[in-house]
């Protein structure tokens, strides 16, 4: 099993702020998922990363892939009390395997 | 924009009690997968179909456990004899094809096994 590493666990932060959730692990993927999940609800799915170096951008969140497909990291800027919720990464070693999670990162935005 | 569905969003059993899950994936997706999130854990794998075969599974799905695709659109969790430890959210996910890597989520069913 190849495990996800994700940091920090919780994070509180005041509207406005900008903020770094990392997700790291000693193994290749080819591919990373990242979701949001609410509390009693199913992750959904924020973006995909598939290219070692990539970067995407979802309006303020912006997320990169490390070049040697390792790891990987969701940057916020401006965060928003409506950004709070569990941000959880999710890797397969190859298209179509089952997916592993990280524990997950809550984030907390206050007004 | 079509999404993934599942019935029922709880369920209640008595353990020993068989239940079966149900899912919808999104219409044209090939690949299905279930999922279960104990109460505060990670998500965890438990196994994959496609093409009518059970393609991948974890250790989780054990005997006690079974899927299948009855006609076009449902896809079934099973387990046979519940126990205290089965209580979980469980998650249907599906993906379009061999090319994609996103996979897409359900909403859930709580399990609760007393």
């Known amino acids: 099993t190849q495990l996800l590493e994700q940091s920090p666990q919780f994070l509180s932060i005041q509207e406005g702020e900008n903020l770094t959730v990392y997700c790291n692990s000693s193994?290749?993927?080819?591919?990373l998922q990242w979701y949001r999940q609410e509390p009693g609800e199913g992750p959904v799915l924020l973006v995909t990363?598939?290219?070692?170096?990539e970067v995407k951008k979802l309006k303020r969140l912006t997320f990169q892939f490390g070049d040697a497909r390792k790891d990987s990291s969701l940057h916020i800027t401006a965060a928003q009390p409506g950004d709070t919720g569990l941000y959880l990464c999710?890797?397969?070693?190859?298209?179509?395997?089952?997916?592993?999670f990280g524990k997950g990162t809550s984030l907390l935005v206050t007004p | 924009e079509p999404e993934v569905t599942q019935t029922p969003s709880h369920q209640v059993t008595q353990m020993g009690q068989e239940v079966i899950l149900r899912c919808v994936p999104i219409?044209?997706?090939?690949?299905f997968y279930w999922y279960r999130q104990i109460l505060g854990q990670k998500v965890e794998f438990l196994v994959s179909?496609?093409?009518?075969?059970?393609?991948?599974k974890s250790e989780i799905f054990d005997d006690q456990f079974s899927v299948e695709r009855p006609d076009g659109s449902n896809f079934t969790l099973k387990i046979r004899s519940t126990k205290l430890e089965d209580s979980a959210m469980y998650f249907c996910?599906?993906?379009?094809?061999?090319?994609?890597?996103?996979?897409?989520f359900g909403p859930g069913t709580r399990l609760t096994v007393t």
């Open positions: 999710a890797g397969a070693p190859n298209s179509g395997y089952a997916l592993n």
């Open positions: 179909f496609y093409n009518n075969e059970i393609s991948e």
């Open positions: 193994s290749v993927f080819s591919s």
């Open positions: 219409s044209n997706h090939l690949y």
């Open positions: 996910a599906s993906r379009v094809d061999s090319y994609a890597h996103e996979q897409y």
């Open positions: 990363v598939v290219t070692g170096g």
